[in-house]
């Protein structure tokens, strides 16, 4: 049979990049509502930013002389849900949404209107979660938990509170996601090229496969239980009122059953992202190509038997402690071998220090730490004697900054050419990428002392002998938020003026690098028919195509 270049395939016709106008309009292209994303979601990231620069500007000094508490703690809650909901989760979709139908080799998603549909929910989201810190009764006091019966208070005696407009938000963004889980799940196991089997998918879409299926199976959870939270609020149900038959320790169950695997919601599409970078850069085809991409069919198993470890200080008993402690620990096991083949992969090979490699290689390091962390934090004796100080705190945003925007900012630099058919400036890319990491590591570092000497997390105030790793830990956020800067100038004015992006600038693998930058309006004029295994995962050919079609 004889192999036809893809770009044979590519359609005729182009978008014009400069035409900014689509970005606001219902576009059902994929590849729009993807820079939707990714644009709107990194906004909100600059919100929770500032949210985040003026906590730590609060705790360089030991006393509380900078805002209100009640300010301070609204404004704590605001930074975790923003960064969450509003950037973490919608970057990652958005960045999915633009490169999963391309390396399927799918003309666009399977429901494009339920994908328009699921993208302007976002900014929905966002005003309403923006506004529940203004409007009196916000969720100050319950934190992004926010466990009854501390949120179900309403002090105000108003039915619009702050805290209901916050859990309105909530459940709106889960209604999102759920939709956008059903289209990826969809398109994935149906919209397949011809002869890409399921070990002929790139990593990347393995990752966002395994992410998208537990979104399925464990957002519901969290959605319902903000759903019956906000009726307890509003209309008087007690689904969660101890004193009238509820049960508000059923709350926790159904928050974490969904929020410890939306860690792994978040953290396997950067897993991809590492899958797919490490052996551009490296010039080596992945170690342990099926391996790895069962492994991430693995953590997506394990993530619905975790939750309860969340739950140790919540009077659970003790061999349920045991249970999900072991079962925690056992989630170290997939990941690792993860980690494993990506040192194989680097090990040894002509490694070029790009910007997207650079980022790819800091995410990796303090995605170990953050894993060593996390095995201390699953043993219930230490869980126990660091919980809800900032030990925790550090950890957690080791593996939310450290490793998943350290990650994706590798993606964004990596598909940047790809998205605008323009070269970034690499200069300035590592720049970036040396404030990033180390604001990242003078940050964060710095709560795990804090924590073990038992620093509280949401207080305002702390003992006067933890001032140092403090003004340590705040100067980093500082150098943090000015990181930012490089990034954002890079991108506008590359995206305006850059030099013309080849098809495929970085000599990569897979069906995106072989259609023209930026891609065709619907990808492919003749669906692409698989032959090979893909390049660097299997076999070490590259990945081809025949000209029949569907």
């Known amino acids: 049979m004889t192999n036809i270049p893809i770009n044979s395939f590519s359609h005729a016709e182009h978008q014009d990049p400069g035409d900014w106008k689509r970005y606001f309009s219902f576009s059902t292209d994929h590849k729009v509502i993807g820079i939707q994303y990714l644009v709107t979601s990194f906004i909100f990231f600059l919100v929770g930013g500032i949210f985040a620069m003026i906590i730590r500007g609060e705790l360089i000094t030991p006393e509380a002389d900078l805002i209100d508490r009640t300010v301070y703690n609204a404004m704590f809650t605001m930074h975790g849900t923003v960064m969450l909901f509003l950037w973490t989760f919608p970057s990652l979709v958005g960045l999915a949404n633009y490169i999963v139908p391309i390396m399927i080799g799918a003309r666009d998603m399977a429901f494009p209107r339920l994908n328009a549909a699921a993208f302007w929910m976002v900014p929905v989201v966002g005003i309403l979660m923006i506004a529940s810190f203004f409007v009196p009764g916000g969720p100050s006091q319950s934190g992004w938990w926010a466990y009854p019966p501390v949120s179900t208070q309403n002090p105000t005696g108003n039915l619009i509170t702050g805290q209901v407009l916050w859990l309105l938000a909530v459940a709106i963004s889960g209604v999102s996601s759920i939709m956008g889980a059903v289209n990826f799940v969809t398109t994935i196991v149906k919209m397949r090229a011809p002869g890409m089997g399921y070990f002929r998918m790139p990593l990347m879409v393995w990752a966002v496969f395994s992410a998208q299926i537990i979104q399925l199976f464990g957002l519901p959870a969290l959605t319902a239980g903000a759903v019956m939270l906000l009726f307890d609020i509003t209309v008087g149900t007690s689904f969660f009122d101890a004193t009238k038959g509820g049960d508000p320790v059923m709350f926790q169950h159904y928050f974490w059953f969904y929020s410890h695997p939306a860690v792994y919601v978040i953290i396997l599409p950067i897993f991809g992202v590492f899958s797919e970078i490490f052996p551009v850069y490296s010039r080596k085809p992945l170690f342990g190509y099926k391996v790895v ?106 593996v939310l900054y450290g490793t998943v925007t350290m990650g994706m900012y590798a993606a964004i630099y990596h598909w940047f050419p790809k998205m605008t058919g323009r070269m970034f400036h690499d200069g300035w890319g590592k720049v970036h990428f040396w404030l990033a990491f180390i604001g990242t590591n003078l940050n964060f570092l710095p709560m795990h002392p804090l924590g073990l000497q038992g620093m509280l997390r949401r207080a305002a105030s702390y003992a006067p002998d933890l001032i140092g790793w403090n003004i340590v830990a705040s100067l980093g956020s500082f150098l943090l938020g000015m990181s930012t800067l490089p990034f954002i100038f890079n991108m506008l004015i590359s995206w305006m003026q850059g030099e013309k992006a080849p098809d495929n600038p970085w000599l990569a693998i897979g069906l995106e690098w072989e259609i023209s930058s930026p891609p065709p309006i619907e990808n492919f004029e003749q669906i692409p028919v698989v032959i090979s295994e893909p390049y660097g995962y299997g076999k070490s050919e590259p990945l081809t195509a025949t000209s029949e079609h569907k």
């Open 293 to 398: 991409a069962i492994s991430s069919m693995l953590i997506a198993v394990v993530s619905g038997i975790v939750w309860v470890h969340h739950l140790y200080v919540s009077g659970t008993p003790g061999w349920m402690r045991l249970f999900f402690m072991l079962t925690t620990m056992f989630v170290s096991v997939p990941t690792g071998i993860k980690v494993f083949a990506w040192v194989a992969t680097i090990w040894g090979g002509k490694i070029r220090l790009n910007t997207p490699m650079l980022f790819a290689l800091g995410g990796l390091i303090m995605f170990v730490f953050a894993g060593i962390t996390g095995i201390m934090l699953s043993s219930v004796p230490v869980d126990v004697h660091v919980n809800n100080t900032y030990f925790v705190v550090g950890h957690f945003h080791y």
